[in-house]
């Protein structure tokens, strides 16, 4: 598995992603492939079209924004045991 760490332009990860580690760019996965969670929520199928805005906007490098798959369940073990933000999309500095 690949992981992804987007911060959404919050300099928190809000959102983690993984895909498949076949050596293909996130972008070109099937939909299929792709799943994403995020504090109060259970893995989803990714939106690959949310993420590519992000990357439009500036806020998500696909190279840069890889996390280790250590990293990545430890953000996800920490979203389980504290509540979201007011906003609905916490995260945690890693």
């Given at each position: 598995?690949?992981?992804?760490?987007?911060?959404?332009?919050?300099?928190?990860?809000?959102?983690?992603?993984?895909?498949?580690?076949?050596?293909?760019?996130?972008?070109?996965?099937?939909?299929?492939?792709?799943?994403?969670?995020?504090?109060?929520?259970t893995w989803e199928p990714g939106e690959l079209r949310?993420?590519?805005?992000?990357?439009?906007?500036?806020?998500?490098?696909?190279?840069?924004?890889?996390?280790?798959?250590?990293?990545?369940?430890?953000?996800?073990?920490?979203?389980?045991?504290?509540?979201?933000?007011?906003?609905?999309r916490g995260g945690k500095t890693l």
């Open positions: 598995m690949g992981w992804l760490g987007v911060t959404g332009g919050t300099g928190s990860v809000i959102e983690v992603y993984r895909c498949p580690a076949n050596g293909r760019s996130l972008f070109k996965q099937a939909d299929e492939d792709i799943q994403t969670i995020a504090p109060g929520r949310n993420l590519m805005l992000e990357e439009a906007s500036g806020w998500f490098n696909e190279g840069a924004d890889e996390i280790g798959e250590g990293d990545a369940l430890a953000l996800i073990r920490s979203w389980s045991r504290s509540p979201p933000s007011a906003g609905g």
